[in-house]
């Protein structure tokens, strides 16, 4: 009988020493943070480069082989300066036959007018028919009109002649060229492309997610990469309609207010801006686990120093951070290391708090 009762004993007394071993063990240290609820949003960082924010390709309105061009890449340039040369001898030979047609409309029409004022006098008194004022008449507007078409062929062949020099129409810096002296150029084909001196903008590829968690009207920075120190100020200009097919990005261009001199064109640029979020919790990302298939954190009760496990719904997660939408309340304490090897109930001891 007595051994019986020993044996019955037996697991009773494991269980007690399991439970003083356990009640024994000592809290493990953990870092927290504290919830608080505050003005939430990233700072992004992407790289461009400087474009002119008016620039245009420069060309001939009329064809032929140009004999010289006077400027090259880099070159700046003022209002009214010649940038370009053709051959002028059709253009000459041109103006000097429609001058010719001009003097001989003009001889004509001189004796057709005499002829019609002729015969209008002798109408009045009555010694011509009305058939021959009415022929006299006739010749007269004709003449006229030939008059005036040999005056608009000859302000067309002095305004080719001007075609024949293409002029800067505002002051710049020429940034590229499509042709060479010697070549027969085609009349639009572009020979400089001039950047105009009136402003310079930081273009950008831009996510669409940043540019959907953008502010209305953000201030963005923007500095030289090479020196962080050279930065201007901008804001947005325009945004690309369509995204680009290879990178699925849209060009942004920022135009720059009073931008230093070392922002020539070309120069690489760190844009800055802060994504407008609003208020919400912000946990650092170390703090995350995962609970029914489900993020979530380990929340301390500070009045038993234990911890449970609470799924959480996250706004928006990167790297270093996790914005929380709901879940957790404002003062509550969250376990941010060591996650991995807590388990509910557990109790733990906060980092930098007395033994």
């Given amino acids: ?167 800067a129409d505002a002051d710049g810096v020429i940034t590229a060229r499509g042709a060479e002296p010697g070549e027969v150029v085609q009349a639009g084909q572009m020979i400089v492309r001039i950047a105009r001196e009136n402003g310079r903008d930081a273009v950008f590829d831009v996510p669409a997610q940043v540019l959907r968690n953008a502010p209305a009207d953000p201030v963005i920075r923007v500095a030289l990469s090479d020196s962080p120190g050279v930065a201007a100020e901008g804001r947005v200009r325009e945004i690309a309609p369509q995204a680009d097919p290879v990178t699925r990005t849209f060009a942004v261009k920022v135009g720059l207010s009073n931008p230093p001199e070392a922002f020539r064109l070309g120069a690489t640029v760190v844009g800055t801006m802060r994504l407008d979020a609003g208020a919400a919790i912000e946990l650092p990302a170390s703090a995350l686990t995962e609970f029914n298939q489900q993020p979530a954190v380990w929340v301390v009760d500070p009045a038993t120093s234990t911890v449970s496990l609470r799924n959480i719904e996250v706004q928006r997660f990167n790297p270093s951070s996790v914005a929380v939408a709901s879940g957790l309340d404002e003062g509550e304490i969250v376990v941010t290391a060591g996650v991995q090897v807590l388990h509910d109930g557990m109790k733990v001891r906060l980092s930098g708090a007395p033994s």
């Fill in 1 to 167: 009988m007595g051994a019986c009762l020993l044996l019955l004993a037996l697991p009773l007394l494991a269980a007690c020493q399991q439970q003083e071993k356990a009640a024994e063990r000592p809290a493990r240290t953990v870092r927290t943070v504290t919830v608080e609820v505050r003005e939430a949003g990233d700072t992004v960082t992407l790289t461009g480069h400087v474009e002119a924010q008016d620039e245009a390709a420069v060309a001939f309105r009329v064809g032929g082989r140009m004999l010289a061009r006077l400027v090259n890449v880099g070159d700046r340039v003022k209002a009214g300066q010649v940038l370009a040369r053709l051959d002028r001898q059709n253009a000459q030979n041109n103006l000097r036959s429609a001058e010719a047609a001009l003097s001989a409309a003009s001889a004509t029409l001189a004796q057709h007018r005499n002829t019609f004022e002729r015969q209008r006098h002798l109408l009045d008194r009555g010694f011509t028919t009305r058939a021959n004022f009415d022929a006299a008449q006739q010749a007269h507007l004709s003449a006229q009109s030939a008059v005036d078409d040999a005056t608009a062929q000859l302000k067309i062949a002095r305004d080719n002649l001007d075609y024949t020099e293409i002029h």
